[in-house]
């Protein structure tokens, strides 16, 4: 089976502090206007208010906060053929592509104390509507059929019941695999191979805003 998952190393995840959530959400709602503001200001309050819930809760509750943004391709918003936006700045335009989905509820789960042993983004081919596409895996076990978190289909559910994606690479906070064998997935290397991963991870730590073509809170 493509989905199965091999062990991976955890990397820590970051709790915010109070004044940390507050610069986060002052720093959107003057970039990009109040309800850029309000949605992050909602995002931490999502964070707060579940922290406590077993581990699918969190998965549904995430899964639904960022399905309700708006989906759109990344030259149209970004002006750019291939950009991945962090959390803030997909909170901040209230739109994205899949990446900025998947990326966007990654984040939210590690922030949330699930391991990353358990998560992966997972790069795919879409059957249907024949396209790339992200979604994020979430495996209960090493060994288990993955959960999957997807924009395009808003329902939980286990890899073995999406026939239509196609999974190609994947990738967490530490390593890199390919999955064209049947079986494990084939490890790659460090995730910090992809580029692009890199310079989403350094703009989120620094809090580096972009401003979007298009401004859907007008």
């Known amino acids: 089976m493509f989905w199965i998952c091999c062990i991976l190393l955890s990397a820590s995840a970051i709790a915010l502090t109070d004044s940390e959530e507050l610069k986060q959400i002052n720093k959107v709602a003057q970039f990009y206007g109040e309800r850029a503001g309000k949605r992050v200001d909602a995002w931490r309050q999502l ?14 509750e995430v899964n639904t906060f960022f399905n309700q943004l708006i989906f759109i391709d990344d030259i149209k918003l970004w002006g750019k053929t291939d950009y991945w936006a962090t959390p803030l700045e997909f909170l901040g335009a209230a739109a994205g592509d899949c990446e900025d989905f998947s990326i966007a509820k990654y984040f939210t789960l590690r922030e949330l104390g699930i391991a990353d042993n358990k998560l992966r983004l997972v790069y795919v081919k879409a059957l249907k509507p024949n396209q790339f596409h992200m979604v994020v ?3 209960p076990t090493p060994s ?20 239509d994606l196609l999974p190609i690479y994947s990738f967490n906070g530490s390593k890199l695999w390919l999955m064209k064998q049947k079986g494990q997935g084939q490890l790659a290397g460090n995730s ?20 979007p073509n298009i401004n859907f809170d007008k």
């Open 144 to 163: 288990a059929v993955p959960l999957l978190l997807d924009n395009l289909d808003g329902e939980i559910k286990p890899a073995n019941e999406r026939p």
């Open 137 to 139: 895996a979430y495996y």
């Open 47 to 60: 964070i707060n208010n579940i922290a406590p819930n077993d581990e699918s809760a969190k998965l549904a």
């Open 192 to 211: 910090s191979r992809l580029s692009l991963w890199n310079d989403l991870r350094q703009r989120s730590n620094h809090i580096q805003l972009h401003r």
